[in-house]
């Protein structure tokens, strides 16, 4: 008996033991530089629409209960609102939240214009109507923070704990899903900001965009250095099913029945389409290089942007077989679309840009001169007016979609800011850019930047201090 | 002094630390580098934020840690474990050793082995590992106590074993 080791039983001999397990190592290989390269292309990837780990997102859907619950009720006809709701982001700004913003680019599409969408609520600005719209926006430091933008002020964080790695808003627009960095997706009601039970996901990391299917009983995670889609079943809380892509799938657009999913795999030039019913890869559609943007346009036809191709690529949803590139600008990165489908516009980041594209006749129309590389844009609801979001130094270029010009751009703060999100409110009386951790209001009716929003609690501008 | 230069550095000094914390929890080399470049390429992604901080290192152990936890989950454990320990005695400095110890490590769960990880060749306290883990001092605590025992009842288990083995080749030897 007496064999028994006291010295193992020792917490210092354990530790001599540990560190004589890792003794004899193999050589260090080159991970430093393969985490810088696999991380930049992450981080690329969140920002597409610039988002230069800024703000990280804007909007959510009109809040006010009274207006909330009128548009919604006027939604149980999904129908109008399908095409729509599902595209991804249209240009999304690419984080989730942008989703939101989506809505102006890809809710405005048809229906948005006559009977709000989800989440659109109509007619919040016109006379200050007692309250406004409630928006969530996320700040650079991945605290969640509700703004009324009616008064333009800052409401209080909303607490959870960790940070918010990207957001999205469900198709009704009744919740905003926060993946957080403790590996969970917390779902926070956009009427009481109220937190709801939250959904277990693995490795929340490695998540580059989080899309809401329209139904909106699947969210799916993009899990961009793995290849896969998780498709997260939100009723039941748990990861349903992985779908294998192609390399680094990152947006998401939906079929105008909802039942089919269109990913973009933007390290490669293809397009995973799966079935949002049995979470199986249907197949695999050619598109330009690195499809940085994918949406559906009113008219139900999904577009890619391929950002190193210099094109824009239509699928037909009907057989899914992708159509005729329309050449684009330099790197395109997002896409907008009229509510009435008769023109998509493409911001090209490298040649300042913004391509409008006659969806009809698939042709490019000649290009528009914004503010230096445009990133994101959005259109508003009524579809009179896209706003481009630009990154040096950031500013915000109006184009008129009627008369098919570019109007002065709109300084948004000093030179060498970098902006990270542009969004649209539901009434479509105010962009928003976020910058830093602020939000800059726009109005449309005047195209003038109005006083920047704070959001950052006081500890994180002290952190921020230099 | 940019935020990637600045990254670049923090990340080389903290390479190594991180591949052998993370090979002691995972328990093979390879498997180990993917958990440290896959924890460096996250802290990259959220550098701006992450530098700010001043427990950048502890910042680092607990996205080490939910990203073996997180792997370990994904695919049951890749770690192959044999039935026969190598018979050798437990504290020296031979490969058996090393073999013996990680042994010990390996028939600790995924949590209780990280607990064990961070406090003991980490040297946390039992209040870093608890933020690392996100869990109260109490479970760090009682986990440690019982991994320890767990993992001195193999050890212990196998020099009985191996005393019997010795035992038995002198006998033979002598008989």
């Known amino acids: 008996m007496g064999t028994r080791n006291r010295g193992v039983m020792d917490e210092n001999e354990l530790r001599a033991l540990l ?10 290989g080159p991970l430093v530089d393969n985490a810088v390269r696999a991380g930049t292309r992450i981080r ?36 109008t609102a399908h095409t729509v709701r599902p595209s991804p982001s249209g240009l999304g700004p690419s984080l989730a939240p942008d989703r939101q913003p989506s809505p102006s680019a890809s809710r405005t599409h048809g229906p948005v214009s006559r009977s709000a969408p989800p989440a659109v609520v109509p007619s919040t600005s016109a006379s200050g109507s007692g309250a406004g719209a409630s928006i969530l926006a996320v700040d650079s430091y991945g605290s969640i923070f509700t703004v009324n933008s009616a008064t333009h002020s800052a409401g209080k964080p909303v607490g959870i704990n960790g940070t918010v790695v990207t957001s999205v808003v469900s198709p009704d627009g009744k919740t905003m899903y926060a993946l957080v960095d403790t590996d969970e997706i917390v779902p926070i009601s956009t009427t009481t900001h109220r937190i709801g039970r939250s959904i277990p996901v693995p490795s ?16 799916y995670l993009s899990d961009y250095p793995d290849h896969q889609v998780l498709a997260v079943d939100v009723a039941r809380r748990t990861v349903a099913a992985t779908i294998s892509t192609g390399l680094s799938p990152d947006q998401i657009a939906f079929s ?36 940085v943007a994918i949406a559906t346009s009113p008219s139900g036809t999904v577009y890619t942007v391929n950002e190193f191709s210099g094109t824009v690529t239509p699928i037909d949803t009907s057989a899914n077989v992708a159509g005729r590139a329309i050449r684009a600008g330099d790197r395109p990165q997002a896409i907008v679309f009229t509510p009435s489908g008769t023109m998509a516009y493409v911001t090209n980041y490298w040649s300042s840009t913004v391509t409008p594209i006659d969806l009809a006749s698939g042709r490019a129309l000649p290009a528009l001169r914004t503010g230096s590389r445009p990133s994101a844009l959005v259109i508003t609801p009524s579809g009179s007016t896209v706003y481009v979001l630009d990154n040096d130094p950031a500013s915000v270029t109006p184009i008129d979609t009627l008369t098919e010009t570019a109007e002065p751009s709109v300084r948004v703060l000093g030179a060498g800011s970098e902006a990270g999100q542009i969004a649209v409110t539901p009434d479509g009386s105010t962009v928003l850019v976020s910058i830093g951790s602020q939000l800059v209001p726009i109005s449309t009716a005047t195209n003038r930047a109005g006083a920047p929003i704070r959001l950052s609690a006081p500890c994180c501008e002290q952190m921020m201090a230099p | 002094m940019t935020a990637a230069d600045d990254f670049v550095e923090f990340a080389t000094a903290a390479a190594p630390r991180l591949r ?64 026969v320990l190598p018979e050798q005695a437990a504290v020296s400095d031979s490969p058996e050793t090393r073999m013996l110890v990680m042994q010990a490590l390996g028939t600790l769960a995924p949590r209780s082995r990280a ?34 025992e767990k993992m001195r009842n193999t050890l212990d288990g196998h020099q009985e074993d191996g005393r019997r083995a010795d035992g038995h080749q002198e006998q033979r030897r002598h008989g």
Request: charge should be positive; proline fraction near 4%; include cysteine.
């Open chain 2, 20 to 83: 052998r914390t993370a090979y002691l929890m995972c328990g093979n080399w390879h498997t180990a580098e993917d958990l440290a470049q896959t924890t460096l390429t996250k802290m990259f992604v959220s550098w701006r934020r992450v530098r700010r901080n001043d427990a950048v290192f502890a910042y680092a152990s607990r996205t080490l840690v939910n990203t073996y936890i997180a792997s370990t989950r994904a695919r049951r454990s890749s770690e192959v474990i044999t039935d």
């Open chain 1, 44 to 79: 690329r990837r969140r920002r597409v629409l610039g988002a230069v780990g800024c703000v990280a997102v804007i909007a959510v859907v009109g809040g006010m209960v009274p207006v909330l619950g009128h548009a919604l009720a006027g939604r149980p006809e999904p129908t």
């Open chain 1, 256 to 291: 105008p029945s909802g039942t089919t999913g269109y990913v973009a795999d933007t390290n490669a030039a293809s397009v995973t389409v799966f079935s949002t019913v049995t979470q199986r890869v249907l197949r695999t559609i050619k598109v330009g290089q690195d499809p």
């Open chain 1, 204 to 219: 929340a990391t490695a998540i580059v965009r989080m899309t809401v299917s329209p139904s909106g009983r699947f969210i």
């Open chain 1, 19 to 28: 560190g004589r397990a890792v003794a004899y190592e193999p050589g260090l």
């Open chain 2, 115 to 148: 607990v064990v990880v961070l406090r003991y060749f980490g040297d946390m306290s039992v209040e870093e590992v608890a933020a690392s883990l996100g869990c109260s001092t109490g479970t760090v605590k009682s986990q440690c106590a019982r991994a320890l």
